[in-house]
T-cell receptor, first 113, second 113 residues
Framework: QKEVEQNSGPLSVPEGAIASLNCTYS??????FFWYRQYSGKSPELIMS????GDKEDGRFTAQLNKASQYVSLLIRDSQPSDSATYLC?????????????FGKGTHLIIQP | KAGVTQTPRYLIKTRGQQVTLSCSPI?????VSWYQQTPGQGLQFLFE???????NKGNFPGRFSGRQFSNSRSEMNVSTLELGDSALYLC????????????FGPGTRLTVT
């Protein structure tokens, strides 16, 4: 059974601080990892993808992957109130997408002004 | 480039009826995946189509089916609707490459009464 675990939160972070979101997955053969942001009443929006161990930075976002520990995280620097949303971690086994994405249930992030 | 579109956006049906939802992927994307999102279960993979062929199916009953047309547009059908089928149905499109980043449409909110 493929599982992706996230702390549901809410995670409250003051504006301007670093928000750290964590995700663990159960299947060791997972190859592709994604972070989606979902605002209330909206569909998920892809914000980061990562495929290799280490860090990947894109603007204020940094994704970190540790396959040995089966752990992926998302850091949001200089958090803004507009970052308040649910963040979904998604994992794909193999390539080509035939197995679909397995999602965690998301972490609700609140950025306090 | 236009995003993923889904129609209709909202739908109300009664138990026992059937429903067809439509999805048009991003131009050039040949893979279309369908997901069901509920508050209790989160986002769950339904099935994925690539070049008019279903490549895999999630753990849903046979009442859930789909197809893909030669222009990559996809439809999903749910027959004999049950109250538990009330959910947000999301379509995601992707290229067929290894990175397999999926982009979601706005979703169809289905309410079964």
């Amino acid at each position: 059974q493929k599982e992706v675990e996230q702390n549901s939160g809410p995670l409250s972070v003051p504006e301007g601080a670093i928000a750290s979101l964590n995700c663990t997955y159960s299947d060791r053969v997972s190859q592709s990892f994604f972070w989606y942001r979902q605002y209330s009443g909206k569909s998920p929006e892809l914000i980061m993808s990562i495929y290799s161990n280490g860090d990947k930075e894109d603007g204020r976002f940094t994704a970190q992957l540790n396959k040995a520990s089966q752990y992926v995280s998302l850091l949001i620097r200089d958090s803004q109130p507009s970052d308040s949303a649910t963040y979904l971690c998604a994992v794909m086994i193999g390539g080509g997408g035939a197995d679909g994405l397995t999602f965690g249930k998301g972490t609700h992030l609140i950025i306090q002004p | 480039k236009a995003g993923v579109t889904q129609t209709p956006r909202y739908l109300i049906k009664t138990r026992g009826q059937q429903v067809t939802l439509s999805c048009s992927p991003i131009s050039g994307h040949r893979s279309v995946s369908w997901y069901q999102q509920t508050p209790g279960q989160g986002l769950q993979f339904l099935f994925e189509y690539f070049s008019e062929t279903q490549r895999n199916k999630g753990n849903f009953p046979g009442r859930f089916s789909g197809r893909q047309f030669s222009n990559s547009r996809s439809e999903m059908n749910v027959s004999t609707l049950e109250l538990g089928d009330s959910a947000l149905y999301l379509c995601a499109s992707s290229t067929s490459g290894r990175t397999y980043e999926q982009y979601f449409g706005p979703g169809t909110r289905l309410t079964v009464t």
